[in-house]
């Protein structure tokens, strides 16, 4: 963390509204961001945003011990982008069973962003995908096929399971471009 992080967080730990208004400036776009990615929604992403600076705001106090506040707030936002996921999935069980969240887990003292982490959104992202998308996909890179096997088991041409393929990796590389500020 650069001097001038550790004195923006300093003034926020003492309550030093103008300190949040700086690290908002500072980070909120690339919060946002990266929730869009995986949310592809962007009311949501908003709302995970501001749902994050706010609890930065609420646990200021806390802040004493972060080693990295980019680590911190990746964790904060993955966490927040698992929850709006599941929220999701409960709301449509719901819709689906009558016709018409669990609470944010905190950030853990780790704050480094891990492989686990990655995989973990790398999941979430295929599991967001349309589903031949998905599929292909599965089938192209955890299942070893080929796209002339994948093309004949979905009964598709080799050049659709290309164009899945490709669109999918793109989706990925998008992911880890917003994903690499918190790294």
């Known amino acids: 963390m650069d001097c001038d992080e550790h ?42 945003t501001h749902d994050i600076f706010l609890k930065i705001w609420e646990q200021r106090r806390g802040l004493g011990a972060v080693l990295s506040f980019r680590g911190y707030l990746f964790r904060m936002t993955r966490n927040a982008i698992f929850n709006a996921y599941k929220h999701r999935q409960v709301e449509s069980k719901y819709q689906a069973e009558t016709g018409a969240a669990e609470s944010p887990a905190a950030p853990q003292a780790d704050e480094s962003v891990s492989t686990d982490d990655l995989l973990e959104m790398i999941d979430l992202a295929v599991r967001n995908m349309p589903e031949q998308r998905r599929r292909v996909f599965c089938m192209s890179r955890y299942e070893n096929m080929s796209y002339n096997d994948i093309a004949e088991a979905l009964n598709i041409s080799p050049k659709t399971v290309q164009y899945h393929i490709s669109g999918a990796l793109a989706e990925l590389r998008k992911l880890l471009s917003a994903m690499a500020f918190f790294i």
């Open 7 to 48: 004195i923006i967080l300093k003034k926020l730990r003492d309550g030093d509204s103008e300190a949040l208004d700086i690290l908002y400036l500072r980070y909120a776009s690339k919060v946002r961001d990266f929730a869009f990615r995986l949310l592809k929604d962007r009311t949501d992403a908003e709302d995970v």
